[in-house]
């Protein structure tokens, strides 16, 4: 009989083939904060065919997703910033959303840099090997304790339907919006310089 942690493995064994052969494009997308620059760095899914209900089904169960495809989402700002209330120090933070099954999905940062590829995948191509992949299956158990923020995102819907996961950070006065996009819906939340 297979355990728990079996299936996961062959799960991530799956899913590293699968980057191998089709690798989702990775993107940065910046802004200036109080003058000082922001990024966020992230792989783009496609939905190719399926609906967000398909992809929200196979969280796991503490509801959290990474964010974009493969390799862990970054946001680095080179200022403080204030992000739901909170300040958050200049540095580079593990992306993260968390989706409850009713409310607010939330923006998380992590001071986690994610794990090496070749850990979880002893396969994994040379150039990817040492590449950061994010906590899919263990991020409450491994990772929860070194959270910085969690603020939850204004969501609504897309006027044209998106099919490539999309982040974006438009302007806002001395700050910016951290706009995310797949499906039909959209979520956003403001990002200030820190006083």
């Given at each position: 009989m297979r355990t728990r942690s079996q299936h996961v493995a062959a799960a991530l064994l799956c899913a590293a083939t699968a980057l191998a052969q089709d690798k989702a494009p990775r993107e940065k997308v910046t802004a200036m904060v109080g003058g000082k620059k922001v990024e966020i760095e992230y792989?783009?899914?496609?939905l190719k065919g399926r609906t967000m209900g398909d992809l929200l089904a196979k969280l796991p169960e503490d509801r959290m997703w990474?964010?974009?495809?493969n390799q862990v989402t970054t946001l680095t700002t080179e200022t403080p910033l204030m992000i739901g209330g909170k300040r958050v120090p200049a540095g580079t933070y593990s992306v993260y959303v968390h989706v409850p099954a009713s409310g607010p999905w939330s923006l998380v940062l992590n001071t986690d840099k994610g794990v090496p590829l070749a850990s979880i995948f002893p396969g994994a191509s040379p150039e990817l090997k040492d590449a950061p992949w994010p906590h899919i299956r263990d991020y409450q158990k491994s990772i929860a304790d070194k959270e910085v923020v969690r603020a939850a995102m204004t969501q609504s819907a897309v006027t044209d339907p998106v099919d490539v996961f999309t982040?974006?950070?438009p302007p806002l006065g001395k700050g910016a919006i951290v706009a995310l996009a797949w499906g039909d819906q959209s979520w956003s939340l403001p990002v200030e310089?820190?006083?």
């Open positions: 792989g783009r899914p496609a990474r964010a974009g495809e982040v974006r950070l310089p820190a006083k």
